[in-house]
């Protein structure tokens, strides 16, 4: 559950966070890249080197729906019903690393915004990041 | 038996002493407190846990954070044989404190971000993913003694 003052303070992060879309994205992907390797085996159709083309606008592509979700967060279904089915029925990526993207998008935004990313506005994302994750899980089956 | 390459071990032990342990411990545990409240279960004894600035100001917090920091310092200490320095730790866990094991993780994660917050630009994703083997290696550690 989020507070009327949690969503408030999102969608002030996330406004500031979607001037730097691209490079938060490919950070974020980087460092999921890197610790949990795994993760790889969805883009091997892909370049995922660090700076690549490909990283850096799939990276901003994830950041800004991101921000769109954090603007619409009492109609999260809905908004995002299309990435829903893109995940669902196209993507098929297992769920559980939707939570690896979490922390590692929590970690990037951590190292930016250091003394910023208070307790209180680290529990707000990763509420807010978990809900997310479960409206892309939700027409898995 | 867990192989570490020197880079790795260069990245954790380069982490260990940038870090200010009597801030990171107590941080992090706050942090986990706030960020996933039923990990409070297990502090029932440490008084005011209401909200997130109570959970900060509180010593008690504040000085099992430390505790928690000096185990991890245990963990470097002894790299090559984590599982064998931790056995009595992960006795402890299980058979005193009764802690379900799924929320070593929590409190990991927690700890990562901390030190993201203070190394800023230099917690490199290669140094992360390091870092986060060593406490993917130290949770489970902690987990070996449950049965």
């Known amino acids: 559950m989020l507070s009327k003052y949690e969503k408030e303070l999102l969608v002030t992060i996330w ?20 610790c949990f390797p795994k993760t790889k085996t969805y883009f091997a159709h892909l370049d995922i080197s660090p700076q690549s083309e490909h990283l850096r606008s799939h990276g901003k592509k994830i950041i800004l729906a991101v921000v769109e979700g954090a603007k619409n967060i009492s109609t999260l279904t809905t908004t995002l019903a299309p990435l829903s089915a893109l995940h669902a029925y196209q993507l098929k990526i297992h769920p559980t690393n939707f939570k690896l993207l979490s922390h590692c998008i929590l970690v ?28 892309l899980a939700e027409k898995y089956r | 038996m867990v192989v570490w390459t020197d880079a790795e071990r260069a990245a954790i032990t380069g982490i260990f002493s940038k870090l200010n342990c009597d801030v990171v411990g107590p941080n992090a545990l706050a942090r986990c407190l706030i960020v996933y409240p039923w990990t409070q ?70 700890i990562t971000i901390v030190v993201a917050g203070q190394m800023g630009s230099a917690f490199t994703a290669e140094i992360q993913a ?5 406490l993917a290696v130290v949770v489970s550690a902690l987990c070996r003694q449950y049965y």
């Not at chain 1, 529990?123 to 990041?129: G, N, Q």
């Not at chain 2, 390091?130 to 060593?134: D, E, I, P, V």
């Open chain 1, 108 to 135: 990037t935004l951590a190292c930016r915004m250091k003394d910023e990313f208070t307790p209180v506005a680290h529990a707000a994302l990763d509420k807010f990041l978990s809900a997310l994750a479960a409206v």
């Open chain 2, 130 to 134: 390091a870092w986060q083997k060593f």
């Open chain 2, 41 to 110: 279960r297990y502090f029932a004894k440490f008084g005011n846990l209401y909200n997130a600035a109570a959970i900060m100001g509180n010593p008690m917090v504040a000085a099992h954070g430390k505790v928690v920091l000096r185990g991890l310092d245990k963990a470097l200490k002894n790299m090559d044989d984590i599982k064998k320095a931790y056995t009595q730790l992960s006795e402890l866990h299980s058979e005193k404190l009764h802690v379900d094991p799924d929320n070593f993780k929590l409190l990991a994660d927690c």
């Open chain 1, 15 to 34: 406004d500031k966070a979607a001037d730097h879309a691209e490079e938060i994205g490919a950070e974020s992907l980087l460092r999921m890249f890197a």
